[in-house]
């Protein structure tokens, strides 16, 4: 499996930005895709995770309300559209994709890709 991601750069507070993720190696559309992100200094943090259909997406606490998750299985890529950016949404984000059709926190998501570096300036 390959997931390239793209989109990152730096925004300031209460800026937008529109990650996304390329998949390959695998029929992107039986799968759950995500997106996690870490920041210096702490663990790797989950963000989001969409369903195989889209009909399903669930939310970290911290950007619910602020983030949404989008795909598109025609394209084999995922979407994660950054609305009101914090200073404390700064981390390398990462597109990860599942074992299974939808999120399942025990099983987690095996396949990671590079990331893709967000900077919110204050």
């Known amino acids: 499996v390959q997931l390239q991601a793209s989109g990152g750069g730096l925004v300031q507070a209460g800026g937008s930005l529109r990650l996304a993720c390329a998949a390959s190696g695998r029929t992107f559309s039986n799968y759950v895709m995500g997106w996690f992100r870490q920041a210096p200094g702490k663990e790797r943090e989950f963000v989001a995770a969409i369903s195989w259909s889209g009909s399903s997406t669930n939310y970290a606490d911290s950007v619910k309300g602020r983030f949404i998750i989008s795909r598109d299985n025609a394209k084999s890529t995922v979407y994660l559209q950054m609305d009101s950016l914090k200073p404390e949404d700064t981390a390398v984000y990462y597109c990860?994709?599942?074992?299974?059709?939808?999120?399942?926190?025990?099983?987690?998501?095996?396949?990671r890709g590079k990331g893709t570096q967000v900077t919110v300036s204050s």
């Open positions: 990860a994709q599942g074992s299974g059709a939808v999120y399942s926190p025990r099983a987690g998501m095996p396949y």
